[in-house]
């Protein structure tokens, strides 16, 4: 259901495939999609955690996907 979530906010957001590596990745180590949210017309910002570690990534047509924890 989380990984459903996660390639449907990723489609809807229009991203190349170069963002959606960098998030498959952290998804592949264990982060959790936990919350999704568009800032505006262009910026996504989606929070991920794995334990107590949260990473909040920002993304927008013309920036790639930033993680922040």
Known sequence: MKRLF???TLLLA???SA???TLAEAVR???EVKAASM???Q???IVLQKEKT???CEMSDTKP???FR
């Open 19 to 21: 963002h959606a590596i």
């Open 65 to 67: 996907c930033r993680l």
């Open 14 to 16: 229009g991203m190349a």
């Open 29 to 31: 180590d264990g982060y």
């Open 6 to 8: 996660l390639a449907t």
């Open 39 to 41: 800032a505006g017309v």
């Open 43 to 45: 910026t996504l910002f």
């Open 54 to 56: 949260v990473l909040v």
